[in-house]
């Protein structure tokens, strides 16, 4: 299963309304690029968020979200939330404000040239 469509399609309503969205295929999942920066994914049945990571601490007391490991290492600044968020309109909101908080301040990635 690459990615929930299901899960992809709720946080794209979450996010119409913003002017700057693009969707890619990255990671075996669904990216959702805001303003030109990874800001918020579906992987599998997970939802990956792209937050300040000076702020993990303050989390301790939310339940059902992980910080993103690749290969063993620990990315910074990457959570995964698990989908039953989605049930909880009231969570998806908050997890997806803190992404959308931090997506200012996210570094763009360099432009590959062709």
């Known amino acids: 299963m690459p990615f929930d469509e299901f899960l992809a399609n709720h ?4 996010l119409k309304y913003l002017p700057d969205v693009e ?3 990255m990671f075996s999942g669904l990216v ?3 303003n030109g920066k990874m800001c918020i994914g579906v992987m599998k049945d997970k939802i990956m968020l792209r937050i300040n990571s000076e702020i993990l601490n303050t989390l301790v007391n939310k339940d059902r979200w992980a910080q993103m490991k690749m290969v063993g290492k620990m990315m910074k600044g990457y959570i995964l939330v ?16 803190l992404a959308l908080e931090f997506n200012p301040l996210a570094k763009a990635s360099k432009k590959k040239k062709i």
């Open 11 to 14: 946080i794209r309503k979450k």
């Open 82 to 97: 698990s989908e039953d968020v989605i049930n909880q309109n009231i969570e998806l909101d908050f997890w997806i404000n």
């Open 23 to 25: 969707e890619k295929i």
């Open 32 to 34: 959702f690029m805001v």
